[in-house]
């Protein structure tokens, strides 16, 4: 399918303007990455939706028109950036621990799991009565069918889940419950007045964003308005465990700040910054922050006209709804890790090249934030944007399969020298992927050097 039909079928199902389309270029084609399936051009399109909604918006509050142009493979690169990362010229970063990963259960079915979090890492190991290292994993796992293993790990809120075909995820539930809902779901949470529209420099100057999210998908969508000229503030409990590269990557454009939803201050502190916001992006597993007070119609109340955007695993319907996962648990569970072991001739599920479900749902998320603002200039309200990691996938796989795919050489670091910049930060000389969008008016950029958690005040 050509990108510019996808990005086509992707603005128009958001209801934003036709005439918008004709001021993007989309340039290059896949396979960019190894693969069978189309993830440069999942990269290139989800990035120029964001690019051209941010540059409608421009147009909106502005009166001026300008013209977007993403490349294929620059894209692409931008969707491997926690890869790409460097630290005062040091070594690549090191994004997972070290038993993560697929496992051959006793009945010889797959299992993936997730244990880049302490405590989902201690979980598995006590689940399995068994040791840090991959041969005791291993050794544990032949006395689990994967079903049983999957559904255990999962109530007892780990992170974990069996390879499934395309056609074993065809026939769960909740791939039919995901299969039902918009790739880029938009709700009107309350009514109320427009806004004023005052004009900036750059599309999202004077909108305020805020951001409760871990990896991968819901820091990225911060990261992305940031780019378009948002203030955005990133928010953490100082009690919990973070992937550092990925923050480091994630952080660039952003304050960082801490708030403690389990104390009084650090409730207040949320409940100002909240009542202070235009967006609001929220990542954790769903009801996590409802039960804290700050769910869409609560936060819409305290903030008339917010826009909430959601990040969830697998969707707001179905059985598993409520279920953690990350990107890599959905390649599994949803059919696509068999699928690309097939085209390659393989037995074991293989991964995708990059983490393509978490990049593509951040611009998603974005995209969905952009077209919110978007509306609410022209109908006022407060707006729920909802995207799932699922149903980015079932896209994904709408897009068909890249012939011969697996014939494109790996792209190392050596090879994006090009698509590299140096910027100074909290942690030290970063070298960084740098956007791919090219817009001819408002260039993308970040003001805000990436800072550790806590660098700022929980303040606007």
Avoid at 72 to 78: F, G, K, L, P, S
Avoid at 152 to 158: I, K, P, Q, T, V
Avoid at 226 to 237: E, L, N, Q
Wanted: glycine share 10%; hydrophobic share 40%.
């Amino acid at each position: 399918m050509d990108s510019a039909d996808v990005l086509a079928a992707l603005w128009r199902d958001l209801k934003l303007p036709d005439e918008a389309l004709g001021r993007v270029s989309l340039t290059g084609h896949d396979p960019v990455y190894p693969s069978s399936f189309p993830v440069a051009q999942l990269a290139q399109v989800s990035i120029a939706a964001v690019a051209l909604a941010a540059a409608e918006l421009h147009r909106r509050r502005t009166g001026r028109p300008q013209s977007v142009s993403v490349n294929c493979r620059d894209a692409a690169i931008e969707f491997r950036s926690e890869r790409y990362l460097r630290v005062d010229g040091g070594a690549a970063p090191e994004l997972w621990d070290k038993i993560a990963g697929l496992y051959r259960c006793g009945d010889g079915a797959w299992v993936r799991i997730h244990t880049n979090f302490p405590h989902h890492r201690d979980g598995i190991l006590k689940l399995l009565g068994c040791e840090h290292d991959r041969g005791s994993v291993e050794r544990a796992l032949q006395a689990w069918t994967a079903d049983r293993f999957e559904d255990a790990a999962a109530a007892a809120g780990l992170v974990a889940t069996k390879a499934r075909t395309f056609a074993e995820w065809d026939a769960h539930p909740q791939s039919r419950a995901v299969a039902s809902l918009p790739l880029v779901s938009l709700e009107r949470i309350t009514d109320g007045p427009k806004p004023v529209s005052a004009a900036g420099r750059r599309p999202l100057e004077g909108v305020r964003v805020l951001e409760l999210t871990r990896v991968l998908a819901g820091p990225i969508c911060g990261r992305v308005l940031a780019a378009h000229g948002a203030d955005s503030m990133r928010v953490i409990s100082p009690h919990l465990p973070t992937i550092e590269p990925a923050d480091i990557d994630t952080g660039r454009g952003k304050r960082s700040a801490y708030a403690d939803l389990t104390t009084e201050t650090g409730t207040e502190d949320f409940r100002r910054l909240l009542s202070g916001s235009d967006v609001f992006v929220q990542s954790y597993r769903p009801g996590a922050i409802e039960s804290r007070g700050f769910g869409p119609s609560a936060a819409a109340r305290l903030r008339p006209g917010l826009i909430y955007v959601s990040l969830s695993a697998y969707g707001q319907a179905g059985p598993w709804a409520g279920r953690r996962g990350f990107d890599s648990l959905v390649q599994t569970a949803s059919g696509l890790n068999f699928a690309e072991a097939d085209a390659a001739g393989e037995a074991q599920p293989r991964a995708l090249p990059c983490q393509a479900l978490d990049h593509a749902s951040a611009y998603l998320m974005a995209l969905g934030a952009l077209a919110a603002l978007l509306r609410r200039l022209d109908e006022g309200g407060s707006w729920h944007v909802q995207v799932s990691l699922a149903r980015t996938a079932l896209w994904l796989r709408s897009l068909g399969r890249v012939e011969k795919g697996f014939e494109a050489p790996e792209t190392g670091f050596d090879q994006v020298g090009d698509r590299l910049e140096a910027s100074p930060s909290g942690y030290g000389e970063l070298s960084a992927i740098r956007h791919a969008a090219v817009l001819t008016e408002t260039p993308a950029r970040w003001t805000q050097p990436s800072m550790p958690f806590g660098a700022h005040p929980p303040r606007w």
